[in-house]
């Protein structure tokens, strides 16, 4: 069977008709996105969707239904009764920038098969990577709908949020809690770091960290994504190596290179466990915990 054929990821063998190449996203249709029309913030997650699922051939996903939340956003592990997956967004009005980087963010915890985490401690020492890739999805996201946006918008008058949608992008992207302290490396900030990601895996300015120095992979290796259809669906040891090793194992062979890639980039690969001293790390920054 060709990769393109392939069906990634946990849902693989799962007959349903509704199921489309691009998954079927349904918004609530009431006032609770304030000034902005539920038809438009439709348009807008299935733009996401739509470019999201590129990465993904052969992946179909049960339907998705939306609803504004003032909370947080989520994504349920407890689908609807019709088996959708129900997500819950806090963008409100005509920000749409801010409904792509929140429903991007949720749409990757589905893509990485955050519900095969439900029953088991599958993985939960290193949900913090989930995280961090659901922060990769949410800038890629913005930057590739920005492309799409300048010539294909979904309303024709739509083309000049485009130029907004990079720079929300490009905004966060320059944020100085996101760059890698001088001269360090990775994997020396992740060995720094290890110890808080496992105990809390929604430390915002720390999984950010993480997103800004993979986002360049992410952006030139699109089977990486390919990859992320397999995260999750193992059970793996407590610690981000084995995580990273049972990733691994579940991938199809032609996935195996950017998940070694990974695995180097945070110094956890076999001939590499052992760290120079001079990338030893002195100091920890500070945490900020948000929880999605
Ligand atoms: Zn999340």
């Given at each position: 069977m060709a990769a393109d054929d392939e069906v990634a990821g946990?849902?693989?063998g799962t007959l349903d008709l509704r199921l489309q190449p691009a998954p079927d996203v349904t918004v609530a249709?009431?006032?609770?996105?304030?000034?902005?029309?539920p038809q438009d913030v439709q348009a807008v997650l299935s733009s996401v969707a739509t470019v999201m699922l590129r990465n993904f051939p052969g992946r179909r996903l049960q339907p998705i239904v939306v609803a504004h939340s003032d909370l947080y956003p989520i994504t349920l592990f407890r689908h609807s009764p019709n088996d959708e997956y129900r997500v819950f967004l806090t963008a409100k009005d005509r920000y749409w920038a801010r409904y792509v980087y929140e429903f991007a963010h949720e749409l990757s915890h589905i893509l990485s098969n955050y519900d095969q985490r439900k029953d088991a401690a599958t993985g939960s020492q290193s949900q913090w990577f989930e995280e961090a890739l659901c922060e990769i999805a949410s800038l890629y996201a913005l930057k590739e709908l920005a492309a799409e946006w300048e010539h294909?918008?979904?309303?024709?008058?739509?083309?000049?949020y485009a130029q907004a949608l990079e720079s929300y992008a490009e905004n966060m992207l320059k944020e100085a809690h996101r760059a890698l302290p001088p001269s360090m490396s990775l994997a020396a900030w992740f060995r720094n770091a290890e110890t808080q990601l496992q105990a809390n895996p929604y430390m915002r300015k720390y999984n950010e960290v993480a997103a800004n120095a993979l986002l360049p992979l992410f952006e030139q290796t699109p089977a990486i994504w390919r990859a992320v259809?397999?995260?999750?669906i193992s059970s793996s040891g407590r610690s981000f190596k084995d995580y990273l090793s049972a990733w691994r194992n579940n991938v199809p062979e032609e996935y195996k290179a950017p998940i070694a890639q990974i695995t180097a980039l945070f110094g956890l690969s076999s001939d590499e466990?052992?760290?120079?001293?001079?990338?030893?790390?002195t100091s920890a920054a500070p945490a900020e915990v948000a929880n999605d």
């Open positions: 946990a849902d693989a249709a009431d006032s609770s996105w304030g000034d902005a029309r294909s918008p979904p309303y024709p008058n739509w083309a000049p259809g397999y995260l999750n466990s052992a760290a120079p001293l001079s990338e030893v790390p």
